[in-house]
């Protein structure tokens, strides 16, 4: 089934994809191998990266007393901003200068794991911000070389970041996210420990598994490796190549298990196989958009969450207005998903299947409204907002929404439709509400 989806390349399009493997372990527990692997790295003085709430938890209490026993010296750092910006990179960048260490330790989600490659990135290869920040926006510039080593240890069961060269901030002066891609910027090894995920509060793990969800849907229906234009030299293929049958794999287990999961581990933190399950999910998704990218539901989502005003969510920090990334990512997915359903049909109708929707005499015209009601019902009783106006968007933000989304042009070229200014506007006049 995944190979016919490959037999139709273009002429001038690539012919072949690439698999960068993830080096991680998974399992309750792995946390206490952080010491033992920071030596094996050669890491003699690390810096701790975390953000305040969990500064406070035993996941970093552990990290730090096992890298502490195998001898390791520790410099923390818990003033990570959530969901964080070009000037909290850049204070982060100075801290890790002036502690002069020789690796990095994240311990939290993607806003602590992001902010830990961008410190590594910018003091290893020094350069003015924007020289790495993905072009338009930035100037797209090639890292130059390895970084030192990084260890990322995740705490939410969605971004994937573990898994990905990609770092995402707001660039404030824009009000948009952007991001810095490069497989140079990818962790040097993940401990994924499952065990993190039993102090979220149940609104980041809906939140965060609907990213993970989008993560496998958006890689899945992206536009096929084979029918991007080819590269000019084999070692500038992108990470963001489009679907392949590598990354299928990885998309429809985490699909499946989302499906499965989702609403136990949101409803009940004590339901352990949930939260557990919802981790696999989460690094086997990271794994495949790492090979794969996503697509315009992300892209879209770099305005919602950047242009956010008022918007205060459960569980997450009530110092500032945000728009947290999963759900910024999936107020668009549903309205994407149907314009886009009838590109690949068996793919919108697969993944409708996967995440629990009768999909018996499905035809080919229905498949993508079909996966986008299947969508709108997890997001339902799992208490995300309902569509833009859900986080405090009107038809009359819509323009500003599209103007924030044009530049992000690796995320809409990876996309199965050409997107434009018409398509995108349609897109999030379909995402104003969906219930
Ligand atoms: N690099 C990538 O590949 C990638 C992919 C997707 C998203 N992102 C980025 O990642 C960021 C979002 O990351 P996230 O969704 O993982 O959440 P997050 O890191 O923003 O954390 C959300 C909240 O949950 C808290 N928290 C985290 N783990 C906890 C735990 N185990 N127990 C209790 N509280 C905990 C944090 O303190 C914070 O208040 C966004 O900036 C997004 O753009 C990056
Ligand atoms: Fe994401």
Known sequence: MFCRHYELGLDGADSAFSVDASNLTFG?????????????????RIALFTDRTLAKTVHVAVVRDSLRAAGVDVALYDAVRVEPTDASFQAATTFAVDAGVDG???????????????????????????????????????????????????TTSGTGSECTGIAVFDLLEMKAKTGIASKMIRPTRALVDPDCTLTLPANVVASSAFDVLSHALESYTARPYNRR????????????????????????????????????????????????????????????????????PHGMSYSVSGLVRDFLPDGYPSDQPMVPHGMSVIVNSPSVFRHTGTNSPDRHRDGAEWLGADVADLGDAESGEVLADQVVRLMKSTGMPNGLEGVGYGAEDIAGLVEGALP????????????????????????????
């Open 28 to 44: 309750a527990g792995c946390l206490l191998e952080a010491g033992d692997v920071a030596r094996g790295l050669g890491i003699s």
């Open 229 to 296: 234009p080819a590269p000019s030299r084999p070692s500038v293929r992108p990470a963001s190549q489009g679907a392949n049958p590598w990354s299928d794999l990885g998309c429809a287990e985490a699909l499946r298990l989302i499906g499965r999961f989702l609403e136990r581990g949101v409803a009940d933190a004590a339901d352990v196989e949930a939260r557990h399950q919802l981790m696999w999910a989460s690094t086997l998704a990271g794994i495949a958009f790492g090979n794969a990218g996503c697509h315009a």
């Open 104 to 154: 990095f330790i994240s311990v939290g989600g993607g806003s602590v794991i992001d902010t830990a490659k961008a410190a590594n990135l910018y003091s290893s290869h020094p350069a003015d911000f924007l020289a790495y920040v993905n072009a338009p926006i930035g100037h797209g510039a090639p890292v130059p070389g390895p970084l030192r080593p990084h260890i990322a240890c995740p």
């Open 408 to 435: 992000q042009r690796r995320l809409l070229d990876n996309a199965p439709i050409e997107i434009d200014r018409q398509i995108l506007t349609s897109l999030y006049e379909g995402a104003l509400r969906y219930w």
